[in-house]
């Protein structure tokens, strides 16, 4: 029996029993939704963590100051330790090789106010070069530059989410803001952040959009912090023009640091780059397990074929026993109800693969979730599909070979 006589013969079994076959199908269709739904779900889930990562930099390492309690920053001070500070990041820069920038930050939580309006915020004193080390963008206006630097200029860039609070449908940029009393002058909005930050190592989770930038020479100048013991800085980041000597220079970067401050460890060294290598491996595990769970169904769908098609296999006993009698061969019986499983697995993957999109695009927009249909999840899905058809249908097809033609004739 020709391929294409098997098909026809296929597809007019699932014509002449539809509600039977879609009953059938429906474990393949909701086993290929699955699988694409979860592995677009898992995907999106890495792409966020892989932003965050970037966000802070590849080829960066980034000092933080270590979060301390009253009394055990009194005894660090008692130390000599002084924490952060700008002298730290200058002897970095001029011993570690293939420094390409550094940048040092300090931060206050303050509130911020524009005539009646006002926002809680986290002001962060600034190097020119943060912007570009940071991949940062300014939506609106221009980033601080070294002339508001070097003349201490009370100018600042504002996150985009504080900029919408204060500022509301009006343009930001010439306007001006309180903070403490201090009043600076909007030069440039950022980019709006869609993520938020996680904890990443010892750095703080913060909503990056409601951050406000000022130059650190005038951060220093012109703000007094509560805390009296706290470090000059709060983060000294070192780009490197590779991300080769990352790890080599993290421990000469340690080493420095540790003379500097008397071996008193006050600050963490986080290498974004190595954690960003943990996190894609941790999330590959994470789809694969997504994965695995969803294509339980897609067995459940292949016990549900291998079921319909021994009831089929006992229904058409005579019409097997027939075709036998005038010269069908045990292959051509085979090959006829693989087929026609085959047939019921493509037709609900195809089906499948559908509703698992249209569900992937109704939870990335309906939720907070962030998904990412990838090609391979759908390959993937479709093709097990595909595989569970062949798979089930070969015992009720090996079944239906194996009965003998004259048992099968007189078989009512």
């Not at 889930?45 to 979060?67: H, M, S, T, W």
């Not at 660090?76 to 001029?94: C, H, N, P, T, Y």
């Not at 009296?228 to 220079?249: F, H, K, P, W, Y």
Request: one cysteine or more; aromatic letters at 6%.
């Amino acid at each position: 029996m020709h391929v294409g006589e098997n098909i026809r013969l296929a597809l007019q079994g699932l014509a002449d029993h539809k509600f039977r076959s879609f009953l059938t199908m429906l474990g393949i269709i909701f086993g290929v939704a699955s699988v694409i739904t979860m592995l677009s779900i898992g995907e999106g889930a890495k792409r966020e963590a892989i932003a965050k990562y970037q966000d802070l930099g590849v080829n960066n390492i980034i000092i933080r100051e270590k979060e301390l309690s009253d009394d055990e920053l009194e005894e660090v001070r008692a130390k000599f330790s002084q924490g952060l500070s700008l002298q730290d990041a200058a002897v970095i820069k001029e011993i570690v090789p293939g420094v390409q920038s550094i940048a040092a930050q300090a931060e206050m939580n303050t509130e911020v106010r524009r005539a009646d309006l006002s926002a809680k915020s986290t002001v962060i004193g600034i190097t020119p070069e943060f912007f570009n080390m940071m991949n940062y963008r300014i939506g609106n206006g221009r980033a601080i530059d070294q002339e508001h630097y070097d003349r201490r200029l009370k100018v600042c860039v504002l996150g985009a989410g504080v900029a919408a609070t204060l500022f509301r449908h009006e343009n930001a940029v010439g306007q001006m803001l309180k903070m403490d009393d201090q009043w600076l002058e909007v030069i440039g909005v950022l980019e709006s952040k869609t993520l938020f930050t996680e904890t990443v190592g010892e750095l703080a989770a913060r909503d990056l959009n409601t951050d406000i930038y000022v130059p650190l020479s005038t951060f220093l100048n012109r703000f007094t912090r509560e805390q009296l013991l706290c470090s000059e800085i709060q983060q000294i980041t070192v780009q490197l023009d590779g991300a080769g000597r990352l790890v080599e220079a993290a421990g000469l970067i340690s080493s420095i640091l540790r003379r500097h401050h008397y071996n008193n460890e006050d600050y963490n060294i986080v290498i974004p780059y190595e954690l960003l290598k943990q996190e894609e491996k941790e999330r590959r595990i994470y789809n694969f397990l997504l994965g695995a769970i969803a294509a339980i169904s897609l067995i459940v769908g292949g016990i549900g074929i291998m079921n319909i098609m021994l009831a089929t296999v006992m229904e058409r006993t005579r019409e097997i026993g027939i075709r036998r009698a005038i010269g069908a061969r045990k292959a051509d019986i085979m090959s006829q109800f693989v087929t026609e499983a085959v047939a019921i697995s493509i037709t609900g993957g195809l089906i499948g693969v559908l509703l698992g999109v249209m569900l992937s695009l109704t939870v990335s927009l309906f939720t907070d979730i962030s998904t990412c249909i990838r090609l391979y999840s759908i390959v993937i899905a479709f093709a097990f599909s595909v595989l569970v058809g062949v798979s089930f249908g070969y015992l009720p097809a090996k079944n239906a070979a194996d009965l003998k033609p004259v048992d099968s004739i007189r078989y009512e």
